[in-house]
């Protein structure tokens, strides 16, 4: 059995773990022969691992270290702790994965969200209090939301009705779509008004340049749980 730890360097005493940089995922010769990959840190860095991972072959199954600041897709599937699953792999256990869909956005990848409303804007505002007591904690997206509220309860009705304003939240999928969000992603085209578009994506902000959209199912992870 072997693992690949992707973000933070890692030991056990029954376990081969091999750990890297995501940055050096792309050098990385035999991703292939690896049955699990740790992924330490938020959804912003499972989303940036998965989308360099999309376009490789590879068959493990991921084991998240939920390090990050909001950790919505660790939560969604109630990860246990990451000791607790190393130690009954060491054991030999076998445990159990549930699916996580992914989507593409043009050349990019989400796990769960994606939008130019007011997503973008609390990210945006987020990050800028990315600093101090609250850097790595949930403070400062809480914060975000209380100086944003006036301006999202005026906006987001309008943001609603618009064709070029779109926000995807697949936990909300019992909503299916009002207006422009989308809780449920089919295959779509989206059209903005410009050509050089910021977008957030699993609390991630990344510019696409160019005015149409095409977001699409791409795929599923198998996450380890217990």
Do not use: C, W
Not at 161 to 186: D, L, Q
């Amino acid at each position: 059995m072997r693992i690949l730890s992707i973000g933070k360097t890692l030991q056990h005493d029954k376990l081969d773990i091999v750990s890297i940089e995501g940055v050096s995922l792309h050098t990385l010769p035999d991703i292939e022969a690896f049955d699990y990959i740790i992924i330490s840190g938020g959804d912003g860095t499972i989303r940036r691992v998965i989308k360099q991972l999309h376009t490789m072959t590879y068959s493990a199954h991921f084991i998240l270290n939920p390090i990050g600041s909001f950790n919505v897709v660790a939560k969604l599937h109630k990860v246990p702790k990451l000791q607790t699953l190393l130690d009954a792999l060491g054991n030999n256990e076998t445990l159990p994965t549930q699916k996580h869909p992914y989507f593409t956005l043009n050349e990019e990848i989400f796990l769960f969200s994606a939008g130019n409303m007011g997503d973008l804007q609390h990210i945006f505002l987020a990050e800028t209090l990315r600093f101090g007591l609250i850097k790595n904690n949930m403070g400062k997206y809480l914060l975000a939301f209380l100086f944003l509220l006036p301006l999202h309860l005026i906006m987001t009705p309008f943001m609603l009705m618009s064709s070029n304003r779109f926000f995807i939240f697949t936990p909300a999928s019992f909503i299916k779509k009002f207006g422009s969000f989308y809780g449920e992603v089919k295959e779509m085209t989206i059209e903005l008004e410009d050509t050089y578009n910021h977008i957030e994506l699993d609390g991630d902000i990344v510019t696409i340049e160019d005015n149409l959209l095409h977001i699409k199912p791409a795929g599923y992870i198998n996450i380890l749980t217990k």
